[in-house]
């Protein structure tokens, strides 16, 4: 039926669409809704503690026996850095001074801590089927234990030479992730954002050069886009922005508007919400520290000096120095639970597809 099941029979799934990991944005609700509707449902733990990362696991497996994706950062922790971290409260002083809040405001931080034993422990308890990885993978021992848990291992690609790394370590799979998509950008061979590629360009050219099945991921945000994915070689797609205006995610009503608002030109990749590239929706601070700063501190540390800000101006209505993660296709998203829309794009792909077998 799909012109490619490498994907769906390597995982056990109906239909070849994960829900992206979207840390901070989506937990169980989303997870077993997409995973129930037959797509893979993926739970991003980067931003959870590890308790926390438990209870979310326990009520997806509580709640549904399809299979499902667990997704983890895998970053080297940062280098302290105290020069740095002096000069990013600096530039941020005004900010301060304007918005009133006292300087020793301090808001406890995520540590958005790399994946480790204990998330490791949790793995090998819960047995995801598919376990995801961002900015490279872990090391060789943990990488071992997820492998003999029996999951797939799945991680992000932004070029041919970052996807040949990922098959060599062994990765089951590979997330081509173009330069269109939301959140962070999952390059770990290189810093260099002006050279990241395209979605087009970049999927039949990480298909060209491994064996494994490619996900594409980045602008796909309905049928069309899933269909041309197919028809440049993919397995399936991993989709972030359009699950974001679904129900189940857990996202303020400031950055819901924002991306109902959101135009085709109106995101960027900036480093200043965290340290390391990743495409949001321009508001004030991107547009007045960004969008790139060599002032910002590695990641993830320049968040804690902006948290204070972006609590105030949260509470007084305003996005102004939220981290509004978005691709660039939001304006394609549509308002729907979490389910239908796996359904739909299932359903739509499925129809334009024999449209044009038709035409042709
Ligand atoms: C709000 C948001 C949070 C994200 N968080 C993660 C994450 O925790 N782990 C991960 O592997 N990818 C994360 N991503 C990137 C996605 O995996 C994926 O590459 C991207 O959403 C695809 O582009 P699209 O948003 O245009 O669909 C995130 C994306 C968004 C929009």
């Given at each position: 039926?799909?012109?490619?099941?490498?994907?769906?029979?390597?995982?056990?799934?109906?239909?070849?669409?994960?829900?992206?990991?979207?840390?901070?944005?989506?937990?169980?609700?989303?997870?077993?809704?997409?995973?129930?509707?037959?797509?893979?449902?993926s739970?991003?733990?980067?931003?959870?503690?590890?308790?926390?990362?438990?209870?979310?696991?326990?009520s997806?497996?509580r709640?549904?026996?399809?299979?499902?994706?667990?997704?983890?950062?895998?970053?080297?922790?940062?280098?302290?850095?105290?020069?740095?971290e002096?000069?990013?409260?600096?530039?941020?002083?005004?900010?301060?001074?304007?918005?009133?809040?006292?300087?020793?405001?301090?808001?406890?931080?995520?540590?958005?801590?790399?994946?480790?034993?204990?998330?490791?422990?949790?793995?090998?308890?819960?047995?995801?089927?598919v376990?995801?990885?961002?900015?490279?993978?872990?090391?060789?021992?943990?990488?071992?234990?997820?492998?003999?848990?029996?999951?797939?291992?799945?991680?992000?690609?932004?070029?041919?030479?970052?996807?040949?790394?990922?098959?060599d370590?062994?990765?089951?799979?590979?997330?081509?992730?173009?330069?269109?998509?939301?959140?962070?950008?999952?390059?770990?061979?290189?810093?260099?954002?002006?050279?990241?590629?395209?979605?087009?360009a970049?999927?039949?050219q990480?298909?060209?050069?491994?064996?494994?099945?490619?996900?594409?991921?980045?602008?796909?945000?309905?049928?069309r886009?899933?269909?041309?994915?197919?028809?440049?070689?993919?397995?399936?797609?991993?989709?972030?922005?359009?699950?974001?205006?679904?129900?189940?995610?857990?996202?303020?009503?400031?950055?819901?508007?924002?991306?109902?608002?959101?135009?085709?030109?109106?995101?960027?990749?900036?480093?200043?919400?965290?340290?390391?590239?990743?495409?949001?929706?321009?508001?004030r601070?991107?547009?007045e520290?960004?969008?790139?700063?060599d002032l910002?501190?590695?990641?993830?540390?320049?968040?804690?000096?902006?948290?204070?800000l972006?609590?105030?101006?949260?509470?007084?209505?305003?996005?102004?120095?939220?981290?509004?993660?978005?691709?660039?296709?939001?304006?394609?998203?549509?308002?729907?639970p979490?389910?239908?829309?796996?359904?739909?794009?299932?359903?739509?792909?499925?129809?334009?597809?024999?449209l044009?077998?038709?035409?042709?």
């Open positions: 039926m799909w012109p490619n099941n490498r994907f769906i029979k390597l995982c056990g799934i109906e239909l070849p669409i994960i829900q992206a990991p979207m840390a901070g944005s989506a937990l169980s609700d989303m997870v077993v809704a997409v995973s129930q509707a037959g797509g893979l449902g739970l991003a733990c980067a931003l959870l503690s590890v308790e926390n990362a438990r209870k979310e696991l326990e997806i497996r709640r549904t026996s399809r299979p499902i994706n667990a997704n983890f950062f895998c970053h080297q922790p940062p280098r302290e850095d105290h020069a740095r002096i000069n990013w409260r600096g530039r941020l002083d005004a900010y301060y001074i304007q918005l009133q809040v006292d300087s020793n405001t301090s808001i406890p931080q995520s540590a958005r801590a790399p994946f480790d034993e204990e998330m490791c422990d949790l793995v090998m308890k819960f047995h995801p089927e376990v995801s990885f961002h900015f490279g993978l872990p090391d060789k021992n943990l990488l071992l234990r997820i492998r003999k848990s029996g999951a797939k291992i799945l991680s992000s690609a932004t070029s041919v030479d970052e996807a040949r790394w990922l098959e370590q062994g990765c089951d799979a590979i997330i081509a992730q173009g330069f269109e998509a939301g959140g962070h950008r999952g390059m770990f061979l290189t810093e260099d954002v002006s050279t990241q590629v395209g979605t087009m970049l999927v039949p990480v298909v060209d050069a491994v064996k494994v099945p490619v996900i594409a991921a980045g602008g796909i945000a309905d049928a886009g899933i269909l041309a994915a197919f028809a440049l070689g993919a397995a399936a797609v991993q989709i972030g922005t359009a699950y974001l205006r679904c129900p189940e995610a857990q996202i303020s009503p400031l950055y819901r508007q924002a991306l109902k608002d959101a135009k085709d030109n109106e995101t960027a990749i900036t480093n200043v919400f965290t340290g390391r590239p990743a495409r949001a929706i321009l508001n601070f991107i547009r520290v960004g969008p790139m700063s910002a501190p590695e990641f993830p540390l320049a968040a804690a000096t902006l948290a204070p972006r609590a105030k101006s949260e509470l007084a209505g305003s996005a102004d120095f939220t981290s509004l993660w978005s691709g660039q296709s939001a304006r394609l998203s549509r308002e729907l979490a389910a239908d829309l796996t359904k739909q794009l299932a359903a739509e792909t499925l129809k334009n597809l024999t044009l077998q038709t035409k042709a």
